[in-house]
């Protein structure tokens, strides 16, 4: 008999999963709640979809166990990934930054390639169909079993909720025990409209199921489990998938948004609006320096943006009820020792400026602004700015603070930092521990990697190791 596997959710992860659950030989149904399908996508890199990075390690990610990430990312590395794209008729190009984009910096050419290569599997891609149940109907195959196969509606299965992890897991593995069959309920969605504007919950750890009863249940052998996280929740990503992990038995690391701008009220900051430069920005958390993160900084009139920021904001939240400041240095790599030095000699070699001076490292509206703010006159000469004065101005342009009042949550998270801990999934498959026949890839899983490619990358490679286990046949996975 074709093994029944059920995607659940068509972003960068799950639609590899289905592709490769059907290379596997599969019968796919691939199911999204949204009734577009890759918005995501479609809105990645600026809407040019950052494929992937020159250089992708466990290095790149935070979350859970590095080792795991490590295994996941070997079973599909940047070089697979590149060749497979090309199979599927995607050219890449690399740029200086190490980015892999299309070749046609479209990142439609990227979402149609993938459906394109579902249809071509014959996967049966469902849009506007949200999966709201997944229940375990244990009796497969036996007496009282519910038998039969393809999709229909039919009696309400078991939900996860009334057995015990340990009693759930003792059924699925029991000598003789028939395969796990489930059974999705779904709820039809025919207007985008309904996906809320915002998550409130930030750090929460308890995820209750959607309260609706499904329009229809279908059955699968195994189910891959790629809803993502929260992050853009007006393309369908609700916390729906932590739900239904969390009614399955798993627990769950508790969700924060995380490469989101950072929030601030700040007059300078609204002055430099639009600017933008490199950073290196420090986090420090009750007095100790907790986290850094480099590159550009955009001014933005809502506070800081650019990668330094994002990158940083997952650490933000990670310090909650904390006392939290962050630092900037706009001279990465420079001390303050040796810019002392630069200043000194330069004031003896020539009448140079205090702004030209600092335009040699700095943009000129921030030149302007750090003289303001350390009352210094930039057209005086070098030589005639007495120490003290030279010694705020210094200390501002290697550590000034920026006043942050938080960040601007998941309406503009990019990723969603906690979920489901890797220590409850088999590395070999992303398998579930919980729920044998469950599998779990991409960001619903306690994973998020930084800026720059890197979570594509991991929807990528876990979507493949999560689709391959799903497709094999009973048989073939034992072998």
Sequence with gaps: MTRRVAVVGAGAAGLTAAIRAAEAGAQVTLLNAHPRIGLKILMSGGTRCNVTHREVTERDFHGGSRAVIRRVLAEFPVAETLAWFRELGVELKLEESGKYFPATDDARTVLDALLGACEGRGVDVLAGARVVRIGLDEGVGKAGGTGGGGTGRGARPEEGSTRSRAE?????????????????????????????????????????LPPVEPDEWIEADAVVLATGGLSFPRTGSDGTGYALAAALGHTLVPPTPALTPL???????????????????????????AAEAGGALLFAHFGYTGPAALDLSRH???????????????????????????????????????????????PERL??????????????????????????????????????????????????????????????????RIAPGLHLCGEVLDVEGRLGGFNFQWAWSSGTVAGRAAGKSDEGASR
């Design 367 to 432: 030149a302007e602004a750090l003289c303001a703010a350390a009352a210094v006159d930039g057209a005086r000469a070098l030589n005639q700015v007495p120490r003290e004065a030279r010694g705020r101005l210094l200390a501002l342009l290697t550590g000034r603070e920026l006043p942050v009042t938080g960040t601007l949550g998941y309406e503009k998270a990019e990723v969603t930092a906690g979920g489901v801990p890797l220590a409850e999934v088999d590395p070999r498959t992303l398998e579930s």
């Design 316 to 362: 933000w939240h990670a310090a909650e009820g904390r006392a939290r400041r962050v630092i900037a240095s706009f001279v990465p790599g420079e001390t303050r020792e040796a810019l002392e030095e630069s200043w000194i000699g330069r004031a003896r070699a020539a009448r140079r400026t205090v702004q030209r001076w600092l335009m040699a490292r700095v």
């Design 263 to 289: 929030a601030a009220a700040d007059p300078w900051c609204a002055k430099l609006q639009g600017l933008a430069c490199e950073a290196e920005l420090s986090l420090w958390v009750d007095g100790r320096r």
């Design 168 to 208: 759930r897991q003792r059924i699925a593995t029991a000598p003789g025990a028939a395969a796990t069959r489930f059974r999705l309920g779904i709820q039809r969605v025919g207007d985008s409209a309904a996906f809320g504007a915002g998550v409130a919950a930030v750090g929460r750890a308890a995820w209750p």
